[in-house]
């Protein structure tokens, strides 16, 4: 069974900026893509970034590019989502997620992590 365990979470002002980590517990051919996602308060789960393991092909989400990049270290396995400009919307429980393709759908992704808090205050 992969873990995923993910890192950095936190609390900052509006305009600041986190980086936050995610690693997988094994390499293993059903995973290619590693992803990221939100849920707000009282919202629905919203892609916010996903990345090719394999050939670094990325995505972001509308409402986050421009402040938000994903990238990856294929060495350590591990995926990085760094924010920027942060606003207080952006405060939500961040999951990753791993799976064999890069999608925008949660179903797209098998494995799971606990989820890190990011709170953003004005």
């Known amino acids: 069974q992969v873990q995923v365990v993910e890192s950095g979470g936190g609390s900052v002002q509006a305009g600041g900026s986190l980086r936050l980590s995610c690693a997988a517990s094994?390499?293993?051919?059903?995973?290619?893509?590693m992803a990221w996602f939100r849920r707000a308060p009282g919202k629905e789960r919203e892609f916010v970034g996903a990345i090719s393991m394999r050939n670094n092909f990325k995505d972001v989400g509308d409402s986050m590019k421009g402040r938000f990049t994903i990238s990856r270290d294929s060495v350590k396995y591990e995926v990085y989502l760094h924010m920027l400009t942060l606003k207080v919307e952006d405060t939500a429980v961040y999951y990753c997620a791993a799976g064999p393709r890069v999608g925008l759908s949660p179903a797209a992704y098998e494995y799971w992590g606990q989820g890190t808090q990011v709170t953003v205050t004005s």
């Open positions: 094994e390499r293993t051919s059903i995973i290619d893509a």
